[in-house]
């Protein structure tokens, strides 16, 4: 393949979807997938994508959390927690929200059917290469990679945008988890020429930190998914009775969202040769954008600013 780029080309692509859909004032379309039941950043992501104006949510699918290539029940947690989302907000009769992949995938070559990959699919084809369909992967990267693998010629209609592969001092480095539970999707999507944005995990948005007591303030006793975001960082393992959380999935979301509050540059792409393994190729032709850093205050303060304006409506 031919993947020799123009400077002009570069440029383009360091403005977005995002930049050029609100030039023409068109809201950007998007389907988040998210290994909800993982973690509780997820929710707190997806609620900020779904209340955004810049959004046409097209789809809330469910991720996996697992390592294994034998079908496994994570994915139904994370299925039954989008459905609270999106019941919570009035939202399950207006935006699909289909079930992902059961399992991570066992090569590149080897997609996992779902109805989740079907629904991408589906919506990249509603677009043009004018029109692309972003899709945020908050967890394993299963569904886009296998969208991918699926169906080829969504290549040109999509920009796929996945938090975790770290990237820091003009190097790239593995990921902690997301990266780890499906490899064989990551590489699938860095071997292909779809437009793809990063967002580096350990090195980047790690900073975006919200407060338990601007989550009370903010959220608690409002009724609707507001609760049910404060009832999640009560409840799960994890955070309860804790003062802080990195919301690292938030991160990604405000980053394009709100460019002005990230640092992008293009480089190019890792060779993948497993989950512990990532080899430098700085010139290979093979372009992604990479957030360098966040401005993590600044996403702090939209990211309330737009809970408040949209629990006040």
């Known amino acids: 393949m031919n993947k020799i780029f123009l400077v002009g080309s570069m440029l383009l692509l360091l403005v977005g979807t995002l930049g050029a859909a609100r030039a023409s004032e068109k809201a950007v379309r998007v389907i988040v997938d998210a290994d909800t039941a993982n973690e509780i950043d997820d929710i707190y992501a997806i609620v900020r994508a779904l209340v955004a104006p810049e959004f046409r949510v097209e789809g809330v699918t469910s991720a996996h959390f697992t390592r294994s290539t034998e079908p496994n029940e994570t994915v139904h947690r994370s299925q039954v927690l989008n459905e609270q989302i999106l019941d919570s907000m009035g939202l399950s009769g207006s935006i699909p929200h289909p079930i992902g992949a059961d399992r991570s995938m066992a090569a590149p070559t080897e997609p996992v059917d779902s109805p989740a990959a079907r629904l991408i699919i589906e919506r990249a084809h509603a677009g043009t290469a004018d029109d692309k369909l972003v899709v945020f992967a908050l967890g394993a990267c299963t569904n886009l990679a296998s969208a991918l693998v699926?169906?080829?010629?969504?290549?040109s209609k999509v920009v796929f945008a996945f938090i975790d592969g770290d990237y820091q001092d003009s190097r790239w480095g593995p990921g902690i988890f997301n990266w780890r539970n499906d490899i064989h999707a990551v590489k699938a999507i860095f071997e292909s020429d779809v437009e793809y944005i990063h967002m580096p995990a350990r090195s980047v948005s790690v900073e975006m930190v919200l407060l338990k007591k601007d989550v009370d303030a903010h959220f608690k006793g409002r009724g609707g998914v507001w609760d049910l975001m404060v009832d999640r960082w009560e409840t799960f393992s994890r955070t309860a009775g804790k003062p802080s959380k990195v919301m690292w999935d938030v991160a990604l979301i405000?980053?394009?969202?709100?460019?002005?509050?990230?640092?992008?540059?293009?480089?190019?792409?890792?060779?993948?040769?497993?989950?512990?393994?990532?080899?430098?190729?700085?010139?290979?032709?093979?372009?992604v954008k990479v957030f360098e850093a966040i401005d993590s205050q600044g996403m702090a303060r939209d990211f309330w600013d737009a809970m408040d304006a949209a629990s006040l409506k």
Do not use: C, M, W, Y
């Not at 699926?150 to 290549?155: G, T």
């Not at 709100?258 to 372009?287: E, S, W, Y």
């Open 150 to 155: 699926l169906d080829p010629s969504i290549e």
């Open 254 to 287: 405000e980053a394009v969202l709100r460019p002005k509050l990230a640092t992008p540059v293009v480089v190019g792409a890792p060779i993948i040769h497993d989950a512990q393994n990532v080899a430098q190729f700085p010139d290979n032709p093979r372009r």
